[in-house]
């Protein structure tokens, strides 16, 4: 009496499964989807804020531009309240002299605080960068 063992049976396949290449190909493809997408969000959303950004300097330079000319209105206000004391060229002559010896300050204290500033070499990092070489060589620092 011989008795055969049935061979293993295969499990069994659905073909409604996706392979395993299958799978990877559309998550690849999902992925990339999804990647554009996001970028696409942020081209929109760095567009947006650009634009506003754009708006709000050009507000400023609105407000600068209106700052600017009240200035000369106060200016011209001077001039003339001066003039009610003295000759209207002598109070504009006046007024000008102030403005420019104001300018002529401005610009030497301007002058002194880029001088101040030059080199515009970052010295502190570029000492801290070589002391670091310095240490890596094995040197003492």
């Given at each position: 009496?011989?008795?055969?063992?049935?061979?293993?049976?295969?499990?069994?396949?659905?073909?409604?499964?996706?392979?395993?290449?299958?799978?990877?190909?559309?998550?690849?493809?999902?992925?990339?989807?999804?990647?554009?997408?996001?970028?696409?969000?942020?081209?929109?959303?760095?567009?947006?804020?650009?634009?506003a950004a754009g708006v709000g300097a050009g507000l400023f330079g609105a407000a600068g531009?209106?700052?600017?000319?009240?200035?000369a209105v106060l200016i011209a206000a001077v001039v003339l309240l001066l003039a009610l004391v003295l000759?209207?060229?002598?109070?504009?002559?006046?007024?000008?002299?102030?403005?420019?010896?104001?300018?002529?300050?401005a610009g030497v204290k301007g002058k002194g605080k880029v001088t101040e500033a030059a080199p515009a070499t970052p010295e502190r990092a570029v000492a801290g960068l070589k002391q670091d070489v310095d240490t890596l060589k094995g040197g003492h620092a």
């Open positions: 009496m011989s008795t055969s063992i049935p061979p293993p049976s295969s499990p069994p396949t659905d073909s409604t499964e996706p392979t395993l290449g299958a799978l990877v190909h559309d998550l690849t493809q999902q992925t990339s989807a999804l990647v554009r997408g996001e970028v696409e969000l942020a081209k929109a959303e760095l567009a947006a804020k650009g634009k531009l209106l700052a600017f000319y009240g200035g000759p209207a060229w002598a109070a504009a002559l006046i007024v000008a002299a102030v403005l420019f010896v104001a300018a002529a300050l």
